[in-house]
C-alpha cells in the first residue's frame, strides 16, 4: 500500500551525503520493465544505500488510457528481483501521481496568483498563421492579454526573458541555457490538468527529493523544471543525467527493435545477480579493472560524479559472460534450485516420468561449469532423459565422416565388453579404438558423442556415458550405425 505523503510543498534539501538523502525513481506502467529504466533504478538505489538515505518509488500513473494495474505490479516485481524492495528500510513507496492532482493544480493556482503564469487561448494553427512557420515555438501572444481561466484556455509559464538557467549536474557539470531559447511553455491543459512538467517538479517537491538521478533524455525538460522549482518558491534538487545507452549499432535500445525488457532476460536464466553487476556498469566503472564484484562492494565505491556522459553499450555477450561467472560461482545446490524450473514442465522438453533427479545430480556440477544461462541447461542434458537424443544434423554432418563407422562398430565392441562402466575406463577405451584408427582422443570420440548426446558440444563425453549406463549407450550407437548403414 502507497504510505501517506508529505504534506507541503516546501521540501527540506539537506546537504549532500546526510542521512535525510532522497531520491527517487519514477516510472510510467506502460509496459515491460525496460532495462535502462533498472539502470535508473539501481543508480538511484546505490546513492540511497551508500548515503543511508531513502529510494522513492513514485508510479507516473496519470496517463490513464495507457496505464494498466499488471505493469504495475511488473515494476514492484522486477525491483524486487534486483533486490529493491518495500521490506527493505532504504525503501519509500509505492506513490502514485494520479493521487496527488488536488496539489498539481494548487501549484497551478499558485503560479498564476504570484504572476508567474498566464492562460492562452491560442491553438497550434494561430501561432502558426501569425508566425509562418508551422514547426514555430509559442510568440508569447497571450502573455499581457489578462485572460482568466475558462475551458480551452491552457496555462503558460511565463519565462524570464533575459538571463540564463544554470543547472547543477553532477555528470554533465552546469550545463546552461539562455532563457531566450524557452518558449513559455504549458504547465496546465484546457481542461485544468497539469502537464507532466509541473506534476513531476510538484511531487519531487511533495516527496522531499534531494536528488534526480535519470536518463539525458530528460535534460532538455531540467531548465523549465528547475525554473519550475524557483518559481515555487523551493531550491532545485541535484540532477544527475545518466548517458543513453545503446545498441551494437550506437542506436538507442528501443523496445522496437532490441530486446530491453527485463522480464525476457531473467526467464532466459540471466541471474538477477548478474545483471544488478552488469547494469551498474552501464556508464560507470569501480576501478583497478574489477567488474565482477557483489553489490556491497559496488554501493561502497560508487560516485554518482563519476558516471561517464558518454553513451553506454549494452553488450549481450558480456552481459552473458558475466552470468556464466555468477552461475560457475555458486555452490551446486543453489545451481540446482535455480535450474529447477527449467527441469520440469512447461519448460523442460521431457515429461516428468522421463526426468530422473539422481541422473541429474550426478551431472549437475558438470553443467554448472558449461552453461551461461540456465536455460541451456536443458540442450546440456536433455540426453539423459529423452528416449532418443536431439540430433543436430549439422553436428552429425562435421562427426560421421568417413571411417566413422567402422570406428563406431570397433567402439560399440569394445564398450559391451567393458568390465567397469565409468568415466576412466570408458575415456581409456575410445583412446584405444581411436589410435587402432589412427586418431586421437579428440577426433576418436566425436562420433561416439554425437551418437549418444546429439550434438558435438556438451558435457564431458565420458562422464556422461557413465550417468547414461551401459544398455542406453549401445541402443545410441546402434542407431547411429543403422543410420549410417542407411
Not at 141 to 152: K, Q
Not at 192 to 205: H, I, K, Q, T
Not at 270 to 290: Q, S
Not at 404 to 430: H, I, N
Request: glycine share 8%.
Amino acid at each position: 500500500m502507497p504510505r501517506p505523503r508529505r504534506t507541503t510543498l516546501d521540501p527540506v534539501i539537506p546537504a549532500a551525503g546526510s542521512s535525510d538523502v532522497r531520491v527517487r525513481f519514477a516510472p510510467s506502467p506502460t509496459g515491460m520493465f525496460h532495462v535502462g529504466g533498472a539502470r535508473s533504478a539501481l543508480f538511484n538505489w546505490a546513492v540511497a544505500k551508500q548515503q543511508g538515505g531513502t529510494f522513492v518509488l513514485r508510479v507516473e500513473d496519470t496517463d490513464a488510457a495507457r496505464n494498466k494495474p499488471e505493469w504495475v505490479d511488473g515494476i514492484l516485481n522486477a525491483l524486487a528481483a534486483l533486490g529493491m524492495h518495500a521490506e527493505d528500510p532504504t525503501f519509500e513507496g509505492p506513490y502514485f501521481q494520479s493521487q496527488n492532482v488536488v496539489k498539481h493544480r494548487e501549484a497551478s493556482a499558485r503560479l498564476y496568483g504570484a504572476g508567474r503564469a498566464y492562460y492562452c487561448d491560442c491553438t497550434r494553427e494561430d501561432v502558426a498563421a501569425r508566425t509562418g512557420n508551422a514547426h514555430s515555438g509559442y510568440d508569447g501572444h497571450c502573455r499581457d492579454r489578462g485572460l482568466t481561466y475558462e475551458p480551452g484556455r491552457a496555462l503558460r509559464f511565463r519565462t524570464p526573458d533575459e538571463g540564463e538557467t544554470q543547472v547543477v549536474d553532477l555528470i554533465r557539470g552546469n550545463p546552461t541555457f539562455p532563457n531566450s531559447a524557452m518558449e513559455d511553455f504549458v504547465v496546465a491543459r484546457g481542461d485544468g490538468s497539469p502537464v507532466f512538467l509541473l506534476a513531476n517538479v510538484v511531487d519531487d517537491m511533495d516527496e522531499g527529493i534531494t536528488h534526480v538521478i535519470r536518463g539525458e533524455e530528460h535534460l532538455p525538460n531540467t531548465p523549465k523544471q528547475q525554473l519550475l522549482w524557483e518559481a515555487l518558491g523551493a531550491q532545485p534538487p541535484r540532477w544527475a543525467h545518466l548517458p543513453v545507452i545503446v545498441n551494437e549499432k550506437r542506436q538507442k535500445l528501443s523496445k522496437r527493435r532490441d530486446k530491453v525488457a527485463l522480464e525476457d532476460y531473467l526467464a532466459e536464466g540471466y541471474l538477477p545477480e548478474a545483471m544488478v553487476n552488469y547494469l551498474m556498469l552501464l556508464g560507470w566503472a569501480p576501478g583497478n579493472d574489477e567488474e565482477i564484484l557483489p553489490f556491497d562492494e559496488l554501493v561502497e565505491r560508487f560516485r554518482i560524479e563519476d558516471v561517464n556522459s558518454a553513451s553506454a553499450f549494452f553488450d549481450v555477450k558480456k552481459l552473458t559472460a558475466f552470468n556464466g561467472e555468477y552461475i560457475r560461482a555458486m555452490d551446486v545446490g543453489s545451481f540446482v534450485s535455480a535450474v529447477d524450473p527449467w527441469l520440469h514442465a512447461p519448460k523442460a522438453p521431457w515429461t516428468e516420468e522421463q526426468y530422473d533427479a539422481a541422473a541429474f545430480g550426478r551431472v549437475a556440477p558438470l553443467a554448472q561449469s558449461r552453461v551461461a544461462l540456465l536455460a541451456d541447461i536443458t540442450d546440456n542434458v536433455d540426453f539423459l532423459f529423452l528416449d532418443e537424443p536431439v540430433r543436430d544434423e549439422r553436428s552429425w554432418a562435421k562427426a560421421m565422416k568417413d571411417g566413422a563407422a567402422e570406428l563406431l562398430k570397433d567402439a560399440r565392441a569394445a564398450l559391451a565388453d567393458l568390465g567397469t562402466w565409468e568415466a576412466e575406463p570408458l575415456k581409456e577405451l575410445v583412446t584405444a579404438v581411436g589410435e587402432r584408427h589412427g586418431l586421437k582422443l579428440g577426433k576418436a570420440q566425436a562420433p561416439v558423442r554425437v551418437a549418444v548426446t546429439g550434438r558435438t558440444i556438451g558435457l564431458p563425453l565420458f562422464e556422461s556415458l557413465e550417468v547414461l549406463g551401459r544398455e542406453r549407450t549401445l541402443a545410441r550407437v546402434d542407431a547411429a550405425l543403422a543410420r549410417l548403414d542407411g
